[in-house]
């Protein structure tokens, strides 16, 4: 048990999903997971452990942004010693051609700041995935009847963004969609040597303006689920 997961010893799996929204993981549970059990409701932020093809899985609801998916992590990693740590999530997408419930495997992950930036000083590391999950993630999409891009996203630190001027230079440089947890979670994977990889669904656009409506969003996040559950268990190659 930790200050912000209720969970004991043996409770967290060692392959973690991770979507922002609380309720979002008890769907996933209860959707895709055998015989999922709360293991985690401190603060409201559900935490269900079950089984998936047989393997032990956690998901785990990191809240909305940086800071706080940095906490979840942080003890799910330290304290439960999690592995594997896959997001998915919405994002809103930044070019043309990416579509509303299109599916992002993120490669890597753009940020003004995040958590971890105080450590690094005047570097500007690089957060990216885990090759093995972003292979293996690709290959489970390909097979399901959903359009996948897979290349660069951007984490916000601020979800009511007034810098067109910065958007206009991340579609410039192909930047696929924003978010705002995988640049931290990708830093916190690298340095406790764990896999990391964000399984994102295009649940608005910020060109256009298009948004799915609240109803039709969880409907459409199941291909997302699923690509990130065959991708923590892909055998290696």
Not at 170 to 180: D, S
Request: aromatic share 8%.
């Amino acid at each position: 048990m930790t200050t912000h997961i209720g969970a004991v010893s043996g409770d967290i799996a060692e392959t973690v999903l991770l979507p922002g929204d609380p309720y979002r993981a008890r769907w996933a549970a209860e959707s895709f997971l055998d015989k999922p059990r709360l293991v985690n409701e401190t603060r409201g932020m559900l935490g269900y452990t079950g089984t998936w093809n047989g393997h032990p899985v956690t998901i785990q609801g990191s809240g909305m942004g940086m800071p706080s998916l940095s906490i979840y992590v942080n003890e799910l990693i330290r304290d439960f010693g999690a592995k594997t740590l896959i997001r998915i999530g919405s994002c809103g997408g930044m070019q043309d051609y990416v579509g509303l419930r299109d599916v992002i495997l993120a490669m890597t992950s753009s940020t003004l700041t995040s958590p971890s930036s105080g450590m690094f000083r005047e570097l500007n590391f690089a957060p990216c995935a885990d090759w093995s999950l972003l292979q293996a993630a690709a290959s489970a999409a390909a097979k399901r009847d959903v359009k996948t891009h897979i290349g660069g996203i951007y984490s916000s630190d601020v979800f009511y963004d007034e810098r067109p001027d910065l958007n206009e230079q991340l579609v410039r440089h192909g930047i696929l969609g924003v978010e705002m947890e995988a640049a931290e979670l990708y830093t916190l994977a690298a340095r406790h040597d764990c896999r990391a990889l964000a399984v994102l669904t295009v649940s608005d656009h910020l060109a256009t303006g298009a948004a799915l409506p609240a109803a039709d969003r969880e409907t459409s996040f199941g291909d997302m689920v699923e690509i990130a559950l065959e991708a923590a268990f892909a055998p290696a190659p």
